[in-house]
């Protein structure tokens, strides 16, 4: 027994020295990085992205603030609650690469968007891209492709390699018309085929792609009513929820054989603002987000060819500051939506928070103050929109 134990001391041995000198064998397991969270500071004094993510009872801690090397602008200013608040007019001002390794954010200012590569405790800036147009707003990503929507209509695709470096993709830049800005959202589908780009001008556009992520046609939906299209996401290849913040609407489309969009079923609340809309992992419930009643509305997909009954609207958080804007007075100032399977997220700088809703099992939404983060730098400063979880 004793020389059993001696041989196995021995053998211990000569694998740790192996190890020593082997840099293959004694490799570090690739990070894991889950519940990273991510909100766009979009200054002028230059951009900044905030860092948060889940502890273990779920609540929103702040992990860093790290700059993008890029810089904002204050388009719309809403001041009257101590500083600037700046919507960046459309979800998706933030994206994930399809492996989640890279945080990507537009910058406004510049124009460019910056890469930055995910670590358990920090960000690590990789790369900034140049934009060919003015005022970007808007990303969608899907397999080694981004494209970026600008304010007045510039769309321009790119491909991201394994370390975060960036480069324009051959015929993938378009200028659509300018009469129609603003121009809010971009959406990829799950094949990376297919773009839609909506413009609150009651217009949309359905862009093939070819294999190499360039544009091959574009296809322009015209609508027939003042809706207001906005916020966009798909349901599978072939079907997308889209929100309209005219008339409160959320309605589905089918694009069909000639690339255009043809409306299978809507639901209209005649309530403006419907913004921020996503659609949850398991494609049977679409969320939407109200700015004006600071609402969050859930929408049954389970017949969406056929119909979209609402099936719940939430109760507003506590608000505790007031804002004119235009016609409306704001109590909330949501930014943008976030679905991570139990939790909805919705930023509100007005109110100086990150305000989250637990998803029930029969689909109500409860709002959670002990899990929103109300803390420093969630202060009437986070401007560009914003997107996350990393693990989502």
């Given at each position: ?6 041989y196995?001391f021995?053998l211990?041995c000569?694998i740790?020295?192996s190890c ?10 690739p990070e894991?990085v889950?519940s990273?969270?991510?909100v766009l ?8 992205l ?8 779920d609540?929103?801690e702040y992990v860093?603030?790290y ?6 602008e ?15 007019i459309?979800?998706d ?6 492996d ?12 460019s ?9 920090s960000?690590?800036?990789k790369?900034k ?5 003015e005022?970007?707003n808007?990303?969608?990503t899907?397999?080694?492709?981004v ?5 007045n ?5 790119f491909?991201?390699?394994d370390e975060g470096?960036?480069s324009p993709i051959a015929?993938a ?12 959202n ?5 094949s990376?085929t297919t ?11 359905v862009i093939?792609?070819?294999s190499n992520g360039?544009?091959t046609s574009?296809?322009?939906?015209i609508y027939?009513e003042n809706?207001g299209p ?26 069909n ?5 043809v409306?299978?079923s ?10 921020w ?5 398991d494609?049977?419930?679409?969320y939407?987000?109200n700015?004006?009643?600071g ?8 017949n ?7 099936t719940?609207k939430?109760t ?8 004119m804007q235009?016609?409306f ?6 930014l943008?939506?976030?679905y ?6 919705t930023?509100?700088p ?10 029930e099992t ?7 103050a ?8 969630i202060?009437?400063t986070i401007?560009?929109?914003?997107n996350?979880f990393?693990?989502?």
């Amino acid at each position: 027994m004793k020389n059993f134990y001696n041989y196995l001391f021995i053998l211990f041995c000569l694998i740790a020295i192996s190890c020593n000198n082997d840099d293959d064998c004694c490799e570090t397991p690739p990070e894991e990085v889950t519940s990273a969270f991510f909100v766009l500071n979009n200054l002028n004094s230059g951009n900044q992205l905030i860092y948060l993510r889940k502890d273990k009872k779920d609540a929103l801690e702040y992990v860093g603030s790290y700059a993008t090397k890029g810089s904002g602008e204050n388009l719309f200013l809403v001041s009257n609650f101590g500083a600037i608040s700046d919507p960046n007019i459309s979800q998706d001002a933030i994206v994930y690469s399809e492996d989640k390794k890279f945080v990507m954010n537009v910058n406004n200012n510049d124009p460019s968007f910056s890469v930055l590569k995910i670590h358990r405790d920090s960000l690590e800036f990789k790369s900034k891209q140049a934009t060919d147009y003015e005022y970007p707003n808007a990303m969608a990503t899907r397999k080694n492709l981004v494209y970026v929507l600008h304010l007045n209509g510039g769309l321009q695709g790119f491909k991201i390699d394994d370390e975060g470096n960036t480069s324009p993709i051959a015929n993938a830049s378009h200028q659509f018309g300018t009469d129609h800005t603003p121009y809010v959202n971009v959406s990829i589908n799950f094949s990376a085929t297919t773009l839609v780009v909506t413009t609150v001008r009651n217009r949309a556009f359905v862009i093939q792609l070819d294999s190499n992520g360039g544009f091959t046609s574009i296809t322009e939906t015209i609508y027939d009513e003042n809706i207001g299209p906005y916020g966009s996401a798909f349901i599978d290849d072939t079907n997308i929820a889209v929100s309209n913040g005219f008339d409160g609407s959320t309605r589905i489309y089918n694009i069909n054989a000639n690339n255009e969009l043809v409306l299978l079923s809507k639901n209209v609340t005649n309530t403006g603002g419907h913004c921020w809309l996503r659609v949850s992992d398991d494609k049977k419930s679409a969320y939407v987000t109200n700015t004006p009643q600071g609402a969050i509305y859930v929408y049954d997909l389970s017949n969406y060819q056929n119909e979209l009954p609402q099936t719940f609207k939430s109760t507003p958080p506590p608000s505790r500051n007031t804002v004119m804007q235009g016609d409306f007075t704001l109590h909330y100032l949501y930014l943008d939506l976030v679905y991570s399977k139990e939790f909805i997220y919705t930023i509100d700088p007005l109110n100086e928070r990150i305000d989250v809703y637990r998803i029930e099992t029969d689909g109500t939404l409860i709002y959670q103050a002990d899990k929103s983060y109300n803390d420093w730098p969630i202060v009437n400063t986070i401007s560009g929109g914003f997107n996350g979880f990393s693990d989502y």
